[in-house]
């Protein structure tokens, strides 16, 4: 299988024309390496690099074993399938990084609009992506969004709670590639769908 991407949690490999597998790193020094390249004042505080490794390789194992029993939500998550070591399968779709390329202000709109949707509604049947990384770890299927990475969710109520608070799809260092106009649409738009009920209450 060719390889074609990884992140701080797996590689990607094509697997075939429309999946791809995605295979948990097993080098330590590999995914330590990962989270610098992101986070490099990491260098100086070994203890806290090593913390960060062995919290996202466990939340990966937790966050795949509770999903596992959303098959009702397998369209939103891109067909997971998912094995006992990690590993899983998925339908291949396009990355938003990539499918935003040239989008007009229309069609960019929209397709927030949808993200929102779609993540409101994971929201109520009990879980979020940590980061809301609408960039990487969303992606477009049949032309609809999907929730493509899979190793970092919250289920628990007070933790979901708490990183809504924080609002991390405003997040500068998820949405930097995007245009200002389009920052500020995605900000605007979420806030609208996770805080405007809070608000209200």
């Known amino acids: 299988m060719k390889r074609i991407g990884h992140g701080w949690q797996v590689a990607v490999y094509e697997y075939g024309t429309h999946y791809v597998y995605k295979k948990p790193h097993t080098s330590y020094f590999f995914v330590c390496m990962t989270i610098l390249k992101d986070f490099p004042p990491l260098i100086l505080q070994p203890l806290k690099l090593h913390r960060w490794r062995r919290i996202v390789q466990q939340r ?94 919250f289920f628990g109520e007070q933790e979901i709670r708490e990183q809504l608070e924080k609002r991390p799809w405003a997040h500068i260092k998820f949405i930097l590639a995007l245009s200002k106009e389009q920052r500020r649409y995605l900000v605007k738009v979420m806030d609208e769908t996770f805080l405007s009920e809070k608000n209200n209450t």
């Open 60 to 153: 990966q194992l937790a966050s795949l074993r509770v999903i596992a029993n959303y098959i009702h939500l397998s369209k939103y998550l891109a067909h997971p399938v998912i094995e006992s070591s990690g590993a899983y399968y998925q339908s291949r779709a396009i990355p938003v990084y990539r499918y935003v390329e040239n989008l007009s202000k229309e069609k960019f709109e929209e397709l927030v609009d949808d993200y929102a949707r779609l993540t409101y509604y994971l929201y109520e049947q009990g879980f979020i992506d940590k980061s809301f990384n609408f960039l990487k770890n969303f992606g477009i299927l049949d032309g609809e969004v999907v929730l493509t990475d899979l190793g970092e969710l």
